[in-house]
């Protein structure tokens, strides 16, 4: 059963425009800096399709002042916050569970988060299908799943590798060098 459109709500972080989408008192959607308004807009709308703008309040709220404090370089933990995974794949969602534990400055692989929830290696391509589906990126940490040997790996969202390098160098971690494929929003 896929969640109900919910409402959203674009606002501005240091690095760009994010967005937060939800229903109810679940937070479905989460939208990495886009480097305009209209852009995250835009995006809003397609991974939320028939939602409506919306001003966030109480844990919305909360969720969107962490990311902001995220942005600006503060220590922040994501992991208690309520989501809502409604419409994913039973694999995809313990999957998205064992990764909201991997906190500030760690990371993991793909091949680790497929034995952690009790699959074999085999399964890494799957996790990394996972990780490019991953509907709250940020709040389901995605930037923090390495490739094997601790190579960058790949990266979906806004900004691509170079935004996930940054992201990971923000909170401590030296990545391997990255070469963006696109423009980085941290610059």
């Not at 939208?31 to 703008?53: C, K, Q, S, V, Y």
């Not at 991997?102 to 993991?108: E, H, K, Q």
Request: aromatic share 8%; net charge positive.
């Amino acid at each position: 059963m896929l969640p109900a459109p919910g409402l959203f709500h674009v606002f501005v972080t240091r690095a760009g425009y994010c967005g937060i989408g939800w229903s109810g008192t679940l937070i479905t959607r989460f939208l990495l800096p886009a480097d305009r308004e209209d852009a995250a807009t835009r995006l809003m709308l397609t991974r939320m399709p028939g939602g409506r703008a919306g001003e966030p309040r109480d844990l919305v709220a909360g969720a969107l002042a962490r990311a902001r404090a995220y942005f600006e370089g503060e220590r922040i933990d994501f992991s208690d916050l309520a989501i809502g995974l409604g419409g994913q794949p039973e694999f995809f969602r313990r999957i998205y569970g064992e990764l909201r534990g991997v906190g500030w400055g760690s990371t993991t692989t793909y091949g680790a988060l497929a034995r952690a929830v009790g699959a074999g290696p085999e399964r890494a391509r799957e996790v990394g299908v996972a990780m490019a589906k991953n509907p709250m990126p940020l709040l389901i940490p995605c930037h923090r799943v390495l490739a094997a040997g601790n190579r960058i790996g790949g990266f979906s969202a806004p900004g691509g590798t170079g935004a996930k390098a940054r992201m990971l160098e923000l909170e401590g971690y030296a990545a391997p060098a990255a070469a963006p494929s696109q423009p980085s929003l941290f610059d």
